[in-house]
């Protein structure tokens, strides 16, 4: 079944993230705000990865000291995902 979730971030530069997956896939992820090219950029290369192992290598990554990031947050969204 096809599952899409608004989740907002917190301490990064976007906003939100929405996320469409289905059959433990990702099948979309758009960010609204943060820097255009580099979010553009990991929604392109999870886009048809099994949710558990964008979550392996997303989760964790900091950006500039603040103790999340993009990729973060979207690991986080992933988690969210599977819980609902």
């Known amino acids: 079944m096809k599952k899409t979730i ?3 971030t917190q301490g990064t530069c ?3 993230i929405i996320v469409t997956v289905e059959d433990q896939q990702i099948v ?3 960010f609204l705000g943060g820097c255009h090219g580099n979010t553009q950029g990991v929604a392109a290369l999870v886009r048809g990865m099994a949710i558990e192992e964008a979550i392996k290598r997303l989760e964790g990554i900091d950006c500039r000291g603040r103790g999340t ?3 973060d947050q979207l ?3 992933l988690r969210q995902c599977l819980e609902a």
């Open 6 to 8: 608004t989740y907002t």
């Open 69 to 71: 990031s993009c990729p």
């Open 75 to 77: 690991a986080k969204a």
């Open 14 to 16: 976007s906003q939100a």
């Open 28 to 30: 979309e992820v758009s």
